[in-house]
């Protein structure tokens, strides 16, 4: 995306946002693309379905907008547990879209990244990814970062077995071992933490998201499900959030 795509601060005044409002990072849960199927009596995939398409508007947006990363979780290391038929679809859903946004990804200038345990994936979506990874190297937009087969739990058991190799190999001491050694051998090391967390569905949990990186983040729960979420809610939530008094533990000194 040229320079010219992103909304200047007179198109952002005009919908009630200013530069100084958009958050960094934004991470969002996409929830309730079953329930909207159901909802309207068609099988819980149609509304996956569905969920590219907001997908697909999201990112644009967040990219027009400005922001610097947006982290969308797509299939959780627990969704395993859903019926297999789901499961393929789920799959073949996200093969596609790796294949059909490259073009997208690249138009628009997007770093693209993906965290999880994408080993744990089919070969033909991780050589997708790897394809999609490899083309939007040297683009300086947004970065896109996708959580696929992502588990927080699980990357920070996987980053403190690391740690521990170091420590018994004797290349790191214990009492070296600080909040940014953790940070660093983390999925997203190198990646700021989200300033604003987004989960629709009206579900109030984390469902195993970030728990690390989330320590600060202003959260945003919309009771629209994910098929349904677009730019005017996503301007809504970071409205929002610009209204917020981030404290840090602290006190606003301007209070
Ligand atoms: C979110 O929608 C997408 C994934 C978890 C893959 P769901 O499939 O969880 O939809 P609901 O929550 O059952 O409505
Ligand atoms: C969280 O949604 C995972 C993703 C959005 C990919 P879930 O639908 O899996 O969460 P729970 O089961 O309601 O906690
Ligand atoms: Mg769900």
Not at 103 to 109: D, N, S, V
Not at 123 to 147: F, H, R, V, Y
Not at 196 to 210: D, M
Request: charged residues 25%; contains cysteine; proline residues 4%.
């Amino acid at each position: 995306m040229s320079r010219e795509e992103k909304y200047s601060e007179a198109q952002l005044v005009e919908i009630g946002l200013s530069r100084a409002m958009i958050p960094g990072h934004i991470a969002i849960i996409m929830d309730g693309n079953g329930r909207w199927a159901q909802q309207h009596g068609w099988p819980r995939i149609e509304g996956h379905r569905r969920g590219v398409s907001s997908v697909r508007s999201i990112v644009e947006e967040a990219s027009r907008l400005g922001l610097g990363q947006l982290t969308l979780y797509c299939f959780s290391s627990e969704n395993w547990k859903r019926p297999p038929k789901e499961l393929s679809l789920l799959m073949h859903l996200l093969k596609q879209y790796l294949v059909e946004e490259r073009r997208e990804i690249q138009r628009q200038g997007l770093q693209f990244r993906v965290i999880g345990n994408t080993a744990g994936l089919d070969p033909m979506i991780q050589k997708e990814m790897q394809k999609t990874i490899d083309a939007s190297e040297g683009n300086n937009g947004m970065t896109l970062c996708l959580a696929i087969n992502y588990g927080a739990r699980l990357e920070i058991t996987e980053a403190m077995q690391r740690i521990a190799k170091s420590v018994k190999s004797g290349q790191l001491s214990p009492e070296d071992i600080c909040e940014k050694t953790i940070a660093d051998h983390l999925m997203t090391a190198g990646m700021p933490d989200p300033d604003l967390l987004i989960r629709t569905a009206g579900e109030y949990r984390i469902s195993n998201f970030l728990l690390w990186q989330i320590s600060y983040s202003e959260i945003w729960v919309s009771e629209k499900q994910w098929p349904e979420f677009r730019e005017d809610d996503l301007r809504d939530a970071i409205r929002d959030f610009a209204r917020r008094d981030r404290r840090y533990g602290g006190l606003n000194p301007l209070k």
